[in-house]
């Protein structure tokens, strides 16, 4: 760094350029849109992905086979070990997880992963519970209920578990 590179009085933000004002201005005559041609014109716009006119990427690479980007089912993830935020004989679902502010929502479907340990009694109201995180929680005390990808219950994964 040097002299001429500080701004003067620590200036915040650069002075903007003011074009097509004379050819002495460093940007007049053509106003930096160069000589004649498509980006020359009035209302010249590109649409993203232009490539002036030569075979786009997205055109040239060859698209095979299936994406299931489409049909995945996405969902809220927490770790068990989050949950100790709740008090004991609390029910835990998206809504409450939300609404304390453990994770920010970004599908309506809830996962429980089974990271950390946790000491309370709670009954978790959940779509997908990881083996772990339904041990880990059952051991504490409390009980996870399996919901539907509409929040209806399903049943308990005990019952589920008791079952296979």
Do not use: W
């Not at 930096?32 to 990427?57: F, L």
């Not at 599908?107 to 992963?113: R, S, V």
């Not at 051991?139 to 399903?154: F, K, T």
């Amino acid at each position: 760094m040097d002299l001429k590179t500080v701004t003067a009085k620590g200036t915040r933000y650069q002075r903007r350029q003011r074009i097509g004002r004379g050819v002495g201005s460093g940007s007049g005559k053509t106003s930096g849109r160069g000589h004649k041609g498509r980006g020359a014109r009035s209302g010249a716009s590109r649409r993203p992905g232009y490539e002036g006119g030569q075979m786009p990427i997205y055109r040239r690479v060859p698209k095979r086979g299936f994406t299931n980007a489409r049909f995945r089912t996405d969902y809220t993830i927490i770790n068990v070990d989050r949950l100790a935020a709740f008090a004991d004989g609390d029910t835990v679902d998206l809504a409450a997880i939300l609404e304390k502010g453990l994770v920010s929502m970004n599908t309506p479907q809830l996962k429980i992963l089974g990271n950390g340990d946790i000491a309370h009694k709670l009954t978790v109201r959940t779509q997908k519970c990881s083996s772990s995180a339904a041990e880990k929680i059952r051991a504490a005390g409390g009980e996870v209920i399996l919901l539907d990808s509409r929040g209806r219950e399903q049943g308990s994964a005990d019952a589920a578990a008791a079952g296979s």
